[in-house]
């Protein structure tokens, strides 16, 4: 059974489209984050949830909106795609925010932009 | 603010030679630290983490001391095999900032056999 799982795995596009990655997690957690690994693995974190409020909002273009509908689910979806938006997308969750425990990622979304 | 600076990569060694991947942070307070390790094709998952100072955090041969003194948690290993063979990172977390974690940039290790 998958901890924290995203959909879909690989993502292919065309510049200009409109696009959406799934996440949930099933243990627990009260918060779960966006992160942006770009091509040489830096990780960028992009906004965080603690049970369905946005806590961390890091500058990410209007582009960019998450949604939680239920503290288990994390979605993102992205607008008028560009070339640079081309990354692993990583999900991750935590206990509780404000604590200092370890995160648990998916195994990303890999979005590619032509 | 929090930061972390990591040796960078990338590092090849030889299966069975010692490792050392260089960690050091700048931080507020007092937060726990953390290595990650990535395979290809995979997500990030804790290798250890240690929550105060002078904890040694180890798992699977990988060990790292929190260091206040020198503001260091440093990842080593005696002997690599062709399996370790990932992106390492080192993050910490503190109790401000709603608990966000800083990483380091990682480093690529290649064990060749």
């Known amino acids: 059974d998958t901890a924290v799982s995203q959909t879909p795995k690989y993502l292919v596009t065309q510049m200009g489209n409109d696009k959406s990655i799934k996440c949930e997690q099933n243990?627990?957690?009260?918060?779960m984050y966006w992160y942006k690994q770009d091509s040489k693995k830096f990780l960028k974190i992009m906004f965080s949830?603690?049970?369905?409020?946005?806590?961390i909002n890091e500058t990410v273009p209007n582009r960019f909106s998450p949604k939680s509908p239920d503290k288990a689910h994390l979605n993102l979806h992205i607008n008028s795609l560009e070339l640079g938006d081309s990354a692993v997308y990583f999900c991750?969750?935590?206990?509780?925010?404000?604590?200092?425990?370890?995160?648990?990622f998916g195994e990303g979304s890999r979005l590619t932009v032509l | 603010g929090n930061s972390v600076t990591q040796m960078e990569g990338p590092v090849t060694l030889s299966e069975e030679a010692f490792l050392t991947i260089n960690c050091t942070y700048t931080?507020?307070?007092?937060?726990?630290l953390f290595w990650y390790v990535q395979y290809p094709g995979e997500g990030l998952q804790l290798l250890l983490k240690?929550?105060?100072?002078?904890d040694k955090g180890s798992n699977k041969g990988f060990e790292a001391t929190y260091r206040k003194e020198t503001t260091s948690f440093h990842l080593e290993k005696g002997s690599v095999q062709v399996s370790d063979s990932a992106v390492y990172f080192c993050?910490?977390?503190?109790?401000?900032?709603?608990?966000?974690?800083?990483f380091g940039d990682g480093t690529t290790l290649t064990v060749k056999p």
């Open positions: 991750a969750s935590s206990q509780k925010a404000g604590t200092t425990g370890e995160l648990f």
């Open positions: 243990l627990g957690h009260d918060t």
């Open positions: 949830y603690n049970n369905k409020e946005l806590i």
């Open positions: 931080a507020t307070g007092y937060p726990s």
């Open positions: 240690a929550t105060k100072a002078d």
């Open positions: 993050a910490l977390s503190g109790n401000t900032n709603a608990g966000k974690s800083t």
